[in-house]
């Protein structure tokens, strides 16, 4: 019973700093669901240098470790030019994650847009729409039901990425939880603190679930 | 005047050379057929016309405003981009596997182009989307998405999402094959509706009764050539190309 109570107590602290952690993910994902959408026109376009150019991006996001990238942002920007700095670990630690989910999701797009059938751009150029018209209208739309399950995916994966801004001293919730570890010197901690990263993966899960159902009303 | 005009329209993919020196004028309201085996190069031809497909030599010219003149695929003709699609929206198609858009209503799918592409106001466009679903048979299904639609049904979407441009023109490739049998018929009357208004008609086709009955002259294609051309009764009660005897024997 006593346990039961000691673990209640440390609630209130824990969710306070479940704000940084749910908060820097949304904020993430979205901004890296934009970079995405771009890279993976570049990577479809054309051009050759587009192309080459956004691979490299990609290649470099998904081929360094996501902690070195956060490091190399907060630690290593402001020694190269010091107009670089930046000041909020918050603010920090949202790039490296924007651009990190960017190349993740780039790819995912790039799929999806590649998977809708060639007809319905044809269709498009022969109704006299240009490319970025038929993209618009026509060839986005339809990818995005097929995006819903890959980026709801990707908001789970990132909220446990989340976790590595404690080593900036960020004060998400895997901070709080080894604060209070230490502090209470029990590592019971850690129930309370499972339980609220998988409510919040359940509720990501929900809502990806419904958006697939109302995405899916033409099927 | 001529309402589409093609001159030595010769086409490679790679080594492969699918058209060789196509030749073929259309005059206005005639319905043209074209014929051929598999492989032959019709769809090919058909959407070299419409820049589904870049011609490697030759000369388009659709309504005498000159589209094409190409040398090793370089076209010589400089147009805007707004004047290249002012010519090609005198064409309209229609596809083999109907191709609408399964994220927009059968009413959606016919208003986009005019509204998107020609800037018409949405009540306009409405009205006239309303009018053609209407004429091809549909105005109870103008709400549903595509999927609802029987193969038929999806095709005569088609045809009307391709008249809301108002072409003068309209290409078909093989607009019934992908339908089932039972289902053929109900799209070839709304094609031969269209040709007795005196639409401008190139329809690629295997539905030999079609050619005979709609046509007024029939292109045999074979191997990347015009073959043989001539009226319906000059091509299937005496045709003069031996390939071409070969061919309809195979298929009638
Ligand atoms: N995108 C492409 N790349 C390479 N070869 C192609 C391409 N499109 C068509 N071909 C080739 O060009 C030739 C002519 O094809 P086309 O589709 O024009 O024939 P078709 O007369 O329409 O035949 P079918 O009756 O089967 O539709 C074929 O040998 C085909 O394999
Ligand atoms: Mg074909």
Redesign the interface.
């Known amino acids: 019973m006593d346990t039961l109570k000691e673990m209640a107590g440390w609630i209130p602290a824990l969710l306070q700093s479940t704000g940084i952690t749910l908060s820097l993910t949304i904020v993430s994902v979205i901004c890296g669901l934009i970079i995405s959408l771009f890279l993976a026109l570049g990577k479809i376009s054309k051009s050759k240098i587009l192309q080459k150019l956004c691979g490299a991006y990609i290649f470099f996001f998904r081929g360094t470790p996501l902690l070195m990238q956060i490091f190399f942002i907060y630690y290593a920007l402001p020694l190269i030019y010091s107009g670089f700095t930046i000041k909020s670990r918050f603010i920090a630690a949202w790039i490296a994650f924007s651009l990190n989910s960017g190349a993740y999701l780039a790819e995912i797009i790039r799929a999806a847009i590649q998977s809708i059938d060639k007809g319905q751009m044809e269709a498009s150029k022969a109704l006299g729409m240009g490319y970025g018209q038929a993209m618009r209208l026509i060839i986005i739309p339809q990818s995005i039901r097929r995006l819903i399950p890959p980026v709801g995916n990707e908001f789970i994966m990132v909220i446990k990425d989340t976790s590595l801004v404690s080593s900036i001293a960020l004060i998400d919730l895997m901070k709080r939880t080894s604060q209070i570890m230490s502090s209470s010197a029990s590592a019971l901690v850690y129930i309370p603190a499972m339980c609220i990263y998988l409510a919040i993966t359940a509720a990501f899960t929900y809502v990806f679930n419904s958006l697939e159902k109302k995405f899916s009303v033409y099927e | 005047m001529s309402m589409i005009k093609a001159e030595n329209v010769c086409k490679n993919f790679g080594d492969l050379e699918v058209l060789k020196d196509v030749n073929l004028t259309v005059e206005p309201g005639e319905v043209v057929c074209i014929i051929g085996p598999s492989g032959a190069g019709k769809s090919t031809f058909l959407r070299s016309l ?3 497909e870049k011609i490697t030599g030759g000369k388009i010219t659709i309504e005498e405003k000159p589209l094409d003149d190409r040398i090793n695929g370089v076209n010589q003709i400089k147009l805007s ?1 707004k004047e290249r ?1 002012d010519i ?2 005198k ?3 229609v ?1 083999q ?1 109907f ?6 209503t059968v009413l959606e799918n016919v208003m ?2 005019p509204v ?3 800037k018409i106001d949405t009540d306009k466009a409405k009205k006239i989307a309303v009018d053609l679903i209407k004429r091809v048979g549909l105005a109870d299904k103008q709400d549903v ?3 609802k639609l029987s193969g038929g049904q999806q095709q005569r979407v ?1 045809i009307a ?2 008249l809301a ?1 108002q072409p003068e023109i309209m290409l078909f490739d093989e607009p019934t094959s992908a339908l089932d049998p039972e289902l053929v018929g109900e799209v070839l009357n709304v094609m031969k509706q269209l040709a007795e208004e005196g639409m401008t008609m190139i329809v690629v086709t295997h539905e030999m009764g079609f050619a005979r009955e709609v046509a007024d002259r029939v292109v045999f294609m074979y191997d990347g050539r015009v073959a043989e051309i001539g009226t319906p009764a000059e091509i299937f009660t005496n045709p003069k190309n031996e390939r071409t005897r070969q061919f309809l024997q195979s298929v009638l």
Not at chain 2, 99 to 104: A, D, G, I, S, V
Request: hydrophobic share 45%; net charge positive; no cysteine.
């Open positions: 419409n820049h589904l981009s699609t090609l929206l064409m309209g198609m596809f596997r191709n609408l858009f399964p994220h927009k986009i182009a998107h592409v020609k998405y595509p999927s088609a999402r391709a441009m």
